[in-house]
């Protein structure tokens, strides 16, 4: 598709593929952001509602606006479709299985409702436009791009974004992975936490500027399998869950409590999906930059404090300086603890105060945050891809992530005994409300990965036998005639 401007403007061509199918697209400079991306939904066929990505001959997501880099045809941009128009009754139905209702029949009752409201009241009440307006809000930051360096939007439709009480509380409760929402939701929820738990009022953080945090969190974690934004959803449900579930509200102050939900947003900040031992033995640049000490995790806290340093997304910048010098040591506390190198350091220093373990304690609380976020980070855990990146450059792979040394089931059974097991115990030791909640799902996992272990070995052992009963073998006649040999029963 080509779109034709007049001569005497100057214009900018880009080359790009869609399906396989070369295209260009050419446009004024000045153009309009909304007329560019027309333009681009116009080549790809697609409705008003879907979805479209850009990919770089990277592969890095590419925003589609008036600043696209010009290229060449032997530097073809790619365009994808991900998500099928909102009408579709295909997608309708996978919203209404994985949100667990019928979308429609949601919808037409809110209009009626909506309707009802204006009936007997005569106007629609404030609390009905407010609620509109946040959801609108993010929905704008999300859709309005201007840089090559922002993600797409993640709204697949256009159905307004709410969340029940019930859904909340199932948050709170459930250490569930909630892969079935989208990142719009997801960032509702994050907000409803902070709201929940009463930072927004103890600490005057103005809505607006916990969305733009929110807002410029979500642009800075990478599109990458494990350390993305919905692992820092997981990780964050998982330190707002225990909050709740050990009363942590009347244990320790409030601004401990902000600090834990802040690091856990936070701990994962532009990951690369690499771990450390790859950043430290490739000399990567963070590896180089902070001296092989936790290059990832500094990095994280680096991230999030130049997203605190702007003021419009600064949830602190109301707080006293005593206050945010608090909470900034606390979070890189929390944030440096997450580098697994440290796990038998800090595990052990947690059980050499529990027997005297005292809330009033600072040095005791610092251990406990750290504990708090070590939990909620690996509760989630799934085995990362380093080990063929590091293979390829031919360096030391980790352990646990050798794929031609470890199995599915071994890794799980041995991360969860040695790792996961005895963290989650002492924290139970101090809280046994969490035995139900932490340690029994974690038993049963051991059970069933312990279970297929066995069973790929006996497998593997049957295997074997079968190939050596069908394998024949050979032996030397004195005629020097080669002939098989049976092999005995």
């Not at 959801?135 to 969340?163: A, C, I, N, Q, W």
């Not at 350390?227 to 964050?236: G, P």
């Not at 980790?398 to 963290?423: A, C, E, H, N, Y």
Request: charge should be negative; include cysteine.
């Amino acid at each position: 598709d080509r779109s034709t401007s007049p001569s005497d403007m100057a214009t900018k061509i880009i080359y790009f593929t869609i399906n396989g199918r070369p295209e260009q697209a050419e446009f004024a400079l000045d153009c309009p952001a909304q007329d560019v991306k027309d333009l681009f939904r116009a080549a790809a066929e697609a409705g008003p509602h879907d979805i479209l990505k850009l990919y770089n001959t990277k592969g890095s997501i590419i925003n589609i606006s008036p600043q696209l880099a010009p290229n060449s045809p032997h530097s073809c941009y790619k365009l994808e479709v991900v998500a099928t128009d909102c009408n579709s009754e295909r997608l309708g139905s996978e919203l209404a299985v994985a949100l667990g209702f019928d979308l429609s029949a949601m919808e037409k009752r809110l209009q009626s409702l909506e309707k009802r409201i204006v009936t007997e009241a005569t106007e629609t009440p404030a609390i009905v436009y407010e609620m509109k307006r946040q959801v609108e809000s993010f929905r704008e930051k999300l859709e309005d791009m201007s840089e090559g360096t922002h993600k797409p939007s993640p709204f697949y439709h256009k159905r307004t974004l709410r969340k029940t009480r019930e859904e909340c509380e199932h948050v709170k409760e459930k250490f569930v992975q909630m892969r079935q929402w989208e990142d719009a939701e997801i960032m509702v929820l994050l907000q409803v936490m902070y709201t929940d738990l009463d930072f927004t009022s103890s600490f005057n953080i103005e809505l607006d500027v916990l969305q733009q945090f929110l807002y410029e969190v979500y642009r800075r974690y990478n599109n990458i399998p494990f350390h993305n934004f919905k692992h820092c959803f997981c990780v964050t449900q998982m330190m707002y869950g225990l909050i709740w579930l050990t009363d942590l509200r009347s244990k320790i102050d409030s601004i401990d409590l902000l600090t834990l939900l802040t690091s856990a947003v936070c701990h994962d900040l532009d990951h690369t999906g690499y771990n450390n031992a790859y950043q430290i033995n490739a000399r990567t640049e963070l590896a180089l930059r902070y001296n092989d000490i936790s290059p990832l995790e500094n990095h994280h806290c680096a991230v999030a404090f130049e997203i605190l340093e702007k003021n419009e997304s600064n949830i602190f910048r109301n707080l006293s300086m005593d206050q945010y010098k608090r909470i900034r040591e606390g979070i890189i506390k929390c944030i440096l603890a997450t580098d697994m190198s440290r796990h038998t350091e800090i595990l052990n220093k947690f059980k050499t105060i529990l027997p005297v373990f005292d809330f009033s304690n600072k040095d005791h609380r610092d251990v406990l945050m750290m504990i708090m976020i070590k939990v909620s980070d690996i509760s989630n855990e799934a085995r990362p891809m380093d080990s063929d990146m590091e293979k390829l450059e031919g360096l030391p792979v980790t352990p646990f992530m050798d794929r031609d040394k470890v199995t599915k089931p071994s890794s799980q059974t041995g991360f969860i005994r040695f790792v996961l097991f005895p963290l989650f115990i002492e924290l139970a030791n101090l809280f046994p409300s969490l035995e139900q909640h932490i340690i029994d799902p974690v038993r049963k996992a051991l059970d069933y990965y312990t279970e297929m272990e066995k069973a790929l070995e006996r497998e593997k052992q049957n295997r074997a036998q079968s190939e050596k009963m069908v394998k024949p073998s050979s032996s030397k006649e004195p005629d020097g005639v080669t002939c098989a040999k049976p092999v005995d029963q």
